[in-house]
């Protein structure tokens, strides 16, 4: 036998099994193979058809589960659809109650959960047992609370429907407590399709439900590969679709369901920077690294697996990095003392060695510490790669293994573009004892996470998402219990729909017949702070609802849309104005419309022949709606959530930069500014297409802006046909996001075309612009985006 202070010279381990035989003899209950969990109960597949489920660290089938079909979601739709009537009507103590009871029953069966959790998945025990497991029942908790308070703190919110939720395989049961917890807090029922390599726990929770007392169909579980999850996105009695996954799948199901209303979150992908400073204390950086990239067998989605080190202590840190690697233990995932263990599937394996393939032949230097690797099973040893170029593949694309590249820089500019350069951006890593440099750093890196001096915290009171091709959305906190509700608006007023105008196009020279009213010169398109010509040469009538023509306007293209994207982009600075600065500006606009507001009433008039009080009321009501997101510019504040470690953790609102937003022809003034103002506050650049048939009330408007101080760039006014602006609009990479509230193209067609770069886009729809359906803070949180940063206090 070993002597102790042997053993802590070596600091080799023994071992350390924990034992799987509860979880081995439940398995054994269900030898005959799991069916789907729909109504509150176990239910034979459609197509009486199963599939294996396979341990990847030995290969052993632990189960058969049932294949779902269209007609097993059809049953589970249905039995959500019930379900729902009741559920959304208890009263939010009701609710809470009942995710208190999951919440305890989960803890009850901790021990169990994190073994089959890990035979089926392949992580060590060690997460499963100690981060995994007591997160999911950190979730229904937190959530409980909300479904207390959200009568009284979310008050003119109602739940969206019936929800489908479609979960991976690398947190199988916490992505469950991250999609069902706030789905039912909000009074929405479920109907979840776990990944089929790992759907055991989802199943293990199937029968918490019943034990706890869940009304039946609230919770509906349909197993399955590609086809079920497709046959649950795109189900009709689904309104609101909840995945994370790969960002190539999230494409396809925006593509799904754009144009069918269904509200959607996606959380993909991610390629995140950890950022190692010169000042940083190295020994934690390289223990914080380990977590970041070696956590779970490197298969999770913010990952730290692009470094980034500060080239003078590049090889210092290469140096203790690979020292560390030696010591880490891949093999049996029940041991207690390993660290890394079974990537999930052979196709996944594979996958990780043809990119360290192709990293090496691209020119990069691969290190793997000589370490005993068990001989079966899906295991990959941690992987180091340097030399490794901005462009190389191994640094674009996701691995999703336990494999980490490494590149160098000098100055935090060249860390920030390093960090930046990725169509991701989930995440992120900075190391240094520099606070003001970290905190630096966290503002210009675009990630939906920033961890400062740690890395992979996670917290059901703090939001989880990402920016770019890394989805939209949030998971936990307030910011993700908003993506299982919809504004409880009355319907709103339809107002006067104008008709498809006839762009009939015409060169700007040609003659406009003589009428009683005098006849404006043609109206430019407004880009980059000046008055511009359309690409096309070519402008079209503008006809009041009398058949006059009262003006023209220029017929805006493709390539007009893309200059006034470029001038955007040089205008950068606005979003980094302070609120005030932005709100003093903002007022100005409004003080300039409220002394040229007879002018403006006369435009309305001419354009809608809207009757002269009519017009009054309009231009008062945009000067009013003008201030009031003055007022907000400063005051839509973040928040500092109440996470379990001790950390500050910021919820800072960001602007998301470049925004598309296309304006109805109700209220063709009143409709634009009160699109245009709540962007402009939250520090966002704009495009905008106004409203077709009456574009002349805010090619007006850019006279304004001319005298408000607003630099140029940060509006760009682009008057044609909407339906191809809203549609380039969508497909330009460079546009973050898209309001689209007038374009005559159907919904399908733009969120489609934006799936691109997986922009978020809001049609809005008809509304009554002068009412309070109008304006509020529902417009300045979709304006915005949430990055959460993490900051350690005390010692």
């Known amino acids: 036998m070993a002597i102790i202070k042997d053993i802590l010279q070596t600091m080799e381990y023994g071992p350390s099994p924990e034992s799987n035989e509860h979880v081995i003899a439940w398995l054994g209950q269900h030898e005959r193979g799991f069916g789907h969990f729909i109504d509150g109960k176990f239910t034979d597949p459609a197509a009486n058809d199963s599939f294996e489920v396979s341990s990847p660290a030995n290969g052993n089938v632990l189960a058969h589960v049932a294949r779902g079909t269209t007609e097993d979601v059809d049953r589970a739709v249905a039995a959500a659809t019930r379900a729902f009537k009741s559920w959304s009507k208890l009263a939010g103590h009701e609710r809470a109650r009942h995710l208190y009871a999951l919440a305890r029953h989960i803890q009850k069966r901790e021990r169990f959960l ?43 919110y109602q739940p969206v429907g019936v929800c489908g939720q479609v979960i991976p395989w690398n947190f199988p049961l916490l992505m469950l407590a991250w999609k069902i917890a706030p789905a039912l807090a909000a009074g929405n029922t479920v109907v979840l399709k776990p990944a089929e390599q790992t759907p055991l726990t989802a199943l293990a929770f199937a029968e918490i439900c019943r034990e706890a007392g869940l009304p039946d169909g609230v919770v509906n579980i349909v197993t399955g590969e ?77 990952a730290g697996s692009r470094l980034l080190v500060q080239e003078g202590i590049a090889e210092k840190f290469y140096a203790k990095l690979r020292a560390r690697m030696a010591t ?18 052979t196709e996944q394996l594979e996958r990780i060695g043809a990119l360290v393939a192709k990293g090496k032949q691209e020119g990069a230097e691969v290190f793997q510490p000589s370490i005993p690797m068990p001989a ?32 160098t820089f000098r100055t935090p500019d060249e860390a920030v573009a390093l960090a ?101 010169r043609t109206a430019k398109l407004y880009i980059g702070g000046k008055q511009a010509r359309p690409d096309s040469g070519y402008s079209y009538a503008v006809v009041n609802p009398a058949g006059k023509t009262v003006g023209l306007a220029g017929l805006g293209n493709r390539k007009d849309i893309r200059n006034a994207v470029e001038a955007a982009a040089k205008a950068g600075s606005w979003g980094a104005a302070t609120g005030h600065n932005r709100a003093q500006i903002l007022y100005y606009i409004a003080e300039n419309l409220s002394a040229r507001a007879a002018e403006f009433e006369a435009r309305l008039r001419s354009l809608t022949s809207a009757s002269a009080k009519d017009a009054a009321v309009e231009v008062a009501t945009s000067i009013r709606r003008a201030f009031f997101y003055a007022g907000f510019a400063d005051k839509y504040d973040g928040a500092v959530h109440a996470t379990k470690s001790r950390h500050v953790t910021l919820a800072m609102n960001e602007p998301f930069g470049i925004m598309g937003i296309v304006c109805p022809d109700e209220a063709p003034l009143l409709g634009f500014v009160s699109l245009l103002m709540p962007a402009l506050a939250v520090g966002n650049r704009a495009v905008v297409v106004p409203s ?61 075309a934006s799936a691109g770069n997986l922009k978020p886009v809001w049609t809005g729809g008809s509304r009554d612009w002068s009412s309070s359906d109008g304006q509020g803070r529902e417009f300045l949180r979709r304006a915005t985006q949430v990055k959460n940063i993490w900051v350690p206090y005390g010692e």
């Not at 999850?229 to 925006?254: D, N, Q």
């Not at 079966?376 to 996701?398: D, Q, Y």
């Not at 504004?487 to 107002?495: D, E, I, L, Q, Y």
């Not at 760009?716 to 046909?721: D, K, P, Q």
Request: proline share 5%.
């Open 376 to 407: 079966k099973g899906c295991f990959f040893p941690p992987t180091l790669m340097t030399g490794v170029e901005p462009a190389s593949t191994v640094a674009m694309v996701e691995i999703f293994g336990p494999v980490l590249v490494a590149m």
């Open 114 to 156: 994190a073994v089959l959790e890990s035979m089926d998945n392949g992580k060590p025990i060690r997460e499963s047992r100690d981060i995994d497991i007591p997160l999911v029942a950190r979730h229904f908790y937190h959530h409980a609370g909300w479904a207390e308070l959200i009568e009284s703190e979310l008050p003119g």
């Open 692 to 752: 077709a048939r009456y574009p002349l009330a805010a090619t007006d408007f850019y006279q304004l802006l001319d005298t408000s101080d607003v630099p140029a760039g940060v509006v760009s006014i682009v008057t044609g046909e909407t339906a191809s602006l809203a549609k380039t609009l969508a497909e330009h990479d460079e546009v973050a996001a898209l309001w689209d509230f007038g374009s005559t193209t159907d919904a399908a067609t733009i969120e489609a």
């Open 420 to 520: 930046n350069n990725t169509r991701y951006g989930l995440a992120a890593s900075i190391w240094s004892e520099n606070i003001n440099r970290s905190l630096d750093l966290a503002a210009r890196v675009k990630a939906g996470v920033v961890w400062i001096n740690a890395t992979n915290l996670f917290d059901a009171a703090a939001g989880f998402g990402g920016y770019h091709e890394s989805g939209f959305g949030r998971e936990g906190g307030l910011e993700g219990l908003y993506e299982y509700l919809v504004p409880s608006h009355g319907k709103p007023t339809k107002g006067t729909k104008a008709g498809k105008p006839q762009l009939n196009a015409a060169p700007s020279t040609t003659a406009i017949a003589a009428s009683a009213e005098p006849i404006d």
């Open 328 to 345: 880490l233990r891949v093999g049996d995932p029940l041991d207690k003392s390993t660290d890394i263990g079974a990537v999930v599937s």
């Open 226 to 302: 590609g086809e079920t999850g497709a046959a649950l996105v795109g189900h009709p009695g689904v309104a609101k679709v909840a995945f994370t996954g790969s960002t190539e799948v999230g494409r396809i199901i925006r593509r799904a369901t754009a144009g069918t209303g269904k509200k959607l979150s996606l959380e993909l992908g991610g390629k995140s920077p950890f950022i190692v400073f010169e000042d940083a204390d190295l020994d934690s950086a390289v223990e914080g690294l380990v977590d970041a990239i070696w956590f779970n067998q490197g298969e999770v989605c913010c």
